[in-house]
């Protein structure tokens, strides 16, 4: 029997790329299988697309155990609906695992009150920029298996599987908590440190998908919107930005997406439980052995 075509918007936030790259790759998949598909970033500003569609797929990375308050301000600027299939997708690089398991909760419920029936949840594993560096040959495969990954969710939403998870009132409780380190990560934004190598280029400015960066006589200066989500300071060509406090989150190795992608496809064999052992990197264990 012929699958029913349909019409998809997918509306992702990106901070560092992996998000991006995920909804890229479910565009592409989509068209592959003749539906019709149109991309949107998600950015502070507010500026929704009008579109006609039939089905929503929301696309976000995990920031303070939830999604980035641009999702929730561009969800509550979309129209109401009645009962639009929707399908709303985290991005983190720990995985489905604590303090991560109610990451969704916030963002499915301000869809349901416009109208939007969220049939379909997953979190999607990518490279960590964060805190806990990745080794490369893991980075790697995480790359490697997402079309394989995104086809399942792509085959599951087509054929109308629902899955929906229950988290439980421990984990709920945490994600209520994690809000909390919004106001944290606006602060640690507002005062960034810029050194004397800048050379006012204005590249973090341009790319700030929180809008918190403006130039002022050539010198970036931070406002109090900042995701935290580290663009500004993996990206500066002249590494002039360093965080004030909580430098330990950013990865000294620096976050390279781009260059791992042009090394794929994987070669050699990789030893998952190996590479990922013990409780921080249980997560995105679990999610590689699942294949």
Known sequence: MEQEKFTYRIAYYTGTGGTKIVAECMA??????????????????????ELTFDRLIILFPVHAFNAPDSVYRWIDNLELVDKIQTTAISVSGG????????????????????????TYEKMIVMPSNWVVAIPDPISLMLLDVLPSKVKEIIRDVSFGVRLRSKPNLFNRCFSRMGEIEKPAARLLGRYIKVDSTCNGCGKCSRSCPADNITMESNRPHFENTCHLCLRCLYNCPQKALKLRIGNFIVLKEGYHLEELRKQLPIIDKVDIEELTKGIMLSGVRKYLLEL
């Open 95 to 118: 995985g489905e695992v604590f303090p991560n398991k109610a990451c969704r909760i916030s963002t499915i419920r301000k869809l349901e009150r416009r109208g939007y029936e969220v």
């Open 28 to 49: 592409d998949t989509l068209k592959e299988q003749g539906h019709l598909t149109e991309l949107e970033v998600i950015t502070t500003g507010v500026h929704i697309k």
